[in-house]
């Protein structure tokens, strides 16, 4: 009996000091929550190529659109001036018609009123570069120090020779192209 009492006043004794925390934390413990940190950051690594990839794609096919768009712009205003231009800058890109000064006379041509203004960050990513070769641009009216893709009022691209050009996209090492056929003016995006 005595013994009996003895070992029920250690459980007592034992069961009183304890409170419940553990008392520290076990390799095991740490190796499952670095497991898990590792998981969580590979997929959000791999992740990332594919977020540039879908910026790239969607500043592509928005130039792809603005192009044809620029193409219908000279055609419209074909009585207005010779030419529409989409003037690139470097946070983006404008759409506008070239006006003559004299409609009657037809002469002294001059940048008129903007259609439309493309801005990096709000209609695509910050960061993504356009560069046209060196034989699809021209100066832009508004300004000669940018380059412009210019469609005459024909509807065709105003390009120095009858082979397709293209403006180059770029995001963070990747890039994508936009080509321009010389005829027609029709225009797709390539890798």
């Given at each position: 009996?005595?013994?009996?009492?003895?070992?029920?006043?250690?459980?007592?004794?034992?069961?009183?000091?304890?409170?419940?925390?553990?008392?520290?934390?076990?390799?095991?413990?740490?190796?499952?929550?670095?497991?898990?940190?590792?998981?969580?950051?590979?997929?959000?690594?791999?992740?990332q190529?594919?977020?540039?990839?879908?910026?790239?794609?969607?500043?592509?096919?928005?130039?792809?659109?603005?192009?044809?768009?620029?193409?219908?712009?000279?055609?419209?205003?074909?009585?207005?001036?010779?030419?529409a231009?989409?003037c690139?800058?470097?946070?983006?890109?404008?759409?506008?018609?070239?006006v003559?000064?004299?409609?009657?006379?037809?002469?002294?041509?001059?940048?008129?009123?903007?259609?439309?203004?493309?801005?990096?960050?709000?209609?695509?990513?910050?960061?993504?570069?356009?560069?046209?070769?060196?034989?699809?641009?021209?100066?832009?009216?508004?300004?000669?120090?940018?380059?412009?893709?210019?469609?005459?009022?024909?509807?065709?691209?105003?390009?120095?020779?009858?082979?397709?050009?293209?403006?180059?996209?770029?995001?963070?090492?990747?890039?994508?192209?936009?080509?321009?056929?010389?005829?027609t003016?029709?225009?797709?995006?390539?890798?």
């Open positions: 009996m005595r013994a009996a009492r003895r070992a029920a006043f250690r459980l007592a004794r034992t069961a009183t000091r304890w409170n419940g925390a553990p008392a520290g934390t076990t390799i095991i413990e740490y190796a499952v929550a670095l497991a898990i940190v590792a998981i969580v950051l590979s997929l959000a690594f791999g992740w190529g594919s977020i540039t990839k879908r910026r790239l794609q969607n500043a592509a096919y928005l130039l792809e659109g603005d192009l044809r768009f620029t193409q219908q712009t000279a055609v419209a205003h074909a009585g207005a001036g010779p030419q231009e989409l690139l800058r470097p946070d983006g890109y404008d759409i506008y018609p070239v003559y000064q004299d409609p009657i006379g037809r002469t002294s041509p001059a940048a008129g009123g903007t259609i439309k203004r493309v801005n990096a960050g709000a209609e695509y990513a910050n960061g993504i570069q356009f560069t046209p070769d060196a034989s699809a641009a021209s100066a832009c009216t508004v300004d000669p120090s940018r380059q412009a893709i210019v469609f005459l009022a024909t509807g065709t691209p105003k390009f120095p020779d009858t082979t397709s050009h293209s403006v180059g996209v770029a995001l963070g090492g990747r890039s994508m192209t936009v080509i321009i056929q010389p005829t003016g029709m225009t797709a995006v390539g890798p």
